[in-house]
């Protein structure tokens, strides 16, 4: 079965914190991509990163950073010194093959001041 | 502006009309999607379509129609709503299909109540 789950379905934190967000995926493929989406009040679906299955360096954009683990088969994103700006649903998804892009339910993220 | 554009942004209609959303999109992407997003599901796939002329069934495809006569169109109908069809809709392009590293870009979203 190829699955995503993202356990946490809504996080509160103040302001500075740090955060992470959990993602973790099923599927019996070697090749597939993983993405994180972010979605602000707003509506709209931004991309943030994309990470194939071959390539399980850790990446960091800023306050942003993910950390891929196949051994765990997850894809978490972290936030440091959260933002209100930050506030926003977050969708991790997994593309296989030709004819999926499995998205998770979300994790959203409320920052306070 | 280059991007993904969808109409309308919001639409209420009654059960039993036939409704059309449109997404167009000016980077000539191949690959074209609809999704549908509602509360505990996330983005479901209704229907793709990786070229002018062909279209293939997603997840959820029962209850629509799409089309695809020119690249940057890609319409969704729903030919006799139901109330089950409320929901967001989003549209989305990228240059390759779901296998690649290539991101979908997503339009703003249509949202959609049928009474």
């Known amino acids: 079965a190829q699955k995503v789950t993202q356990a946490q379905t809504e996080i509160s934190v103040v302001e500075k914190e740090d955060v992470t967000l959990d993602c973790v995926y099923e599927?019996?493929?070697?090749?597939?991509?993983l993405f994180w989406y972010k979605q602000p009040p707003s509506g709209e679906l931004v991309f943030l990163i994309r990470r194939n299955s071959f390539d399980e360096q850790n990446e960091i954009s800023g306050r942003y950073s993910w950390n891929f683990q196949k051994s765990t088969s997850s894809f978490n994103f972290t936030i440091t010194a959260s933002q209100v700006v930050d506030s926003a649903v977050y969708f991790c998804a997994l593309a296989i093959g030709t004819d999926k892009l499995i998205f998770g339910t979300g994790t959203r993220l409320q920052v306070f001041p | 502006d280059a991007g993904i554009t969808q109409s309308p942004r919001y639409k209420i209609t009654e059960t039993g009309r036939q409704v059309t959303l449109m997404c167009h999109q000016t980077w000539s992407h191949s690959y074209m999607f609809w999704y549908r997003q509602d509360l505990g599901h996330g983005l479901r796939l209704i229907y793709y379509s990786a070229a002018a002329d062909i279209t293939d069934k997603g997840e959820v495809p029962d209850g629509y129609v799409v089309s695809r006569s020119k690249t940057e169109n890609f319409p969704l109908t729903l030919e006799s709503a139901t109330r089950s069809q409320t929901s967001v809709y989003f549209c989305?392009?990228?240059?390759?299909?779901?296998?690649?590293?290539?991101?979908?870009?997503f339009g703003d979203g249509t949202r959609l109540s049928i009474l």
């Open positions: 989305a392009s990228s240059e390759l299909a779901f296998g690649s590293n290539q991101p979908q870009h």
């Open positions: 599927t019996r493929d070697t090749t597939y991509y």
